[in-house]
């Protein structure tokens, strides 16, 4: 590997956020008016500045403020002419719209979408879609929670994201932030599911009319059935001894809905599936559409649901939400925006490195985030990180050679 393979003249960071399309930044600036009332701090400015709090896992104005401090002369690589005061960036987490960050995520999802190497599956493969959300748990009142009431005697705030996870690129493709208190159901309602998917979703979603909808579009579904769900047996399927074998105990057609609210919410035919997990030791009811698969087949599919649990610990545990920059709703959206942008762009560059070395999501963040700060070539480095650094020269420096 020779020298210009290596060094490059720009730090890993400028490296990373350069995966960002200036074209799509400036479309939604332009769009939300951004920058309408900033003098100095510019959208841009403010993007940067909270991917560089969210890939630090920064816990407070001052230690992002101090940090980008730090990086001196590497602020110029990343646009910025001078490091915002600290009264800056909050002013501007409060005034300036969580919506343009918003709207930078779905873009960015979808520009990346055709990228990604698990999304050019075979035709004949229907896009699997799994929905779920999880909390982040405030201290404040700011946004609703809906959890229990902390040792002051106050109740704690939260915020929900909701979120449709892409299972074959394992990538969010659309979220909703509502404030904790927020009905699941609800969500379903601003979904606009392509014809011909599969969707897993937690019973805390079960909402008849959507589904409905989505039988009459060719969209399979699968849940478990909801403690309070009302129906009736029409016909008891026969069990093969292999299906028994893996744990099926019941496998029924039946009427989803109550017969007394039919004119609002008319009944459905579904199948249910009671199934014995070996390694819980727990009993299951299962409910889809599906009246092709086998009943353990429908038991596998409900478990696919896993996935996005593991997108859940995997953004929580890399990008911590713990603790928060601003105390406003606006504040607080635009930091888990952020977080989510940080993840998707780790996301990226793990799936570009595939045909060159095998990165786990934790170890990326990891050695990224240790080097954001280091003038070598990012491709280069995640290929062979000792050979790169044994080979690396950073940039020439004055060096102080005195205390005062």
Not at 164 to 171: E, N, R
Not at 222 to 232: G, K, P, S
Not at 324 to 341: K, V, Y
Request: one cysteine or more; hydrophobic letters at 35%.
């Amino acid at each position: 590997m020779n020298k210009s393979t290596i060094f490059t003249g720009q730090p890993i960071f400028t490296q990373v956020l350069s995966l960002i399309p200036k074209s799509i930044v400036k479309e939604v600036c332009k769009r939300h008016q951004s920058d309408h009332y900033s003098k100095k701090f510019f959208f841009h400015d403010h993007l940067v500045t909270m991917l560089f709090s969210s890939f630090h896992s920064c816990s407070g104005l001052r230690e992002v403020i101090t940090g980008m401090q730090a990086e001196g002369e590497r602020l110029r690589h990343l646009g910025l002419k001078n490091t915002p005061r600290k009264s800056t960036l909050a002013d501007s987490n409060v005034k300036r719209s969580h919506k343009a960050f918003e709207e930078l995520f779905h873009q960015l999802v979808s520009h990346f979408y055709k990228s990604l190497p698990d999304s050019r599956s075979k035709n004949d493969i229907r896009r699997l879609f799994i929905i779920d959300s999880t909390t982040f748990t405030l201290f404040s009142s700011v946004m609703r929670g809906a959890g229990t009431y902390g040792l002051n005697g106050k109740k704690k705030g939260g915020a929900k994201a909701h979120v449709v996870l892409d299972s074959l690129t394992d990538t969010p493709v659309f979220i909703r932030i509502t404030e904790g208190r927020m009905s699941d159901k609800t969500f379903l309602n601003h979904l606009n599911i392509p014809s011909n998917s599969t969707v897993v979703l937690d019973k805390g979603y079960n909402q008849y009319n959507t589904f409905s909808g989505w039988s009459r579009n060719d969209i399979r579904w699968f849940t478990r059935l909801n403690n309070a769900a009302v129906y009736e047996t029409m016909e008891e399927l026969p069990l093969a001894e292999e299906q028994i074998g893996l744990g099926v105990l019941d496998d029924q057609i039946i009427k989803l809905g109550n017969p007394k609210t039919r004119k609002q919410t008319p009944l459905q035919d579904a199948r249910l599936v009671r199934y014995w997990d070996k390694e819980s030791k727990r009993e299951f009811l299962f409910v889809t559409n599906d009246f092709t698969s086998t009943p353990y087949e429908v038991a596998e599919m409900y478990r696919r649901r896993w996935q996005i649990e593991m997108f859940f610990k995997r953004l929580k545990q890399n990008f911590p939400l713990k603790c928060f920059l601003g105390d406003s709703e606006n504040a607080i959206r635009i930091q888990i925006w952020c977080s989510l942008i940080s993840d998707l762009l780790i996301k990226v560059i793990m799936d570009k490195m595939q045909t060159k070395r095998k990165w786990s999501f934790a170890n990326l963040s990891g050695l990224i985030r240790i080097h954001l700060g280091t003038y070598i070539n990012l491709w280069a480095f995640l290929k062979n990180p000792e050979k790169s650094l044994l080979n690396h020269k950073p940039p020439d420096r004055p060096i102080q050679t005195t205390l005062f």
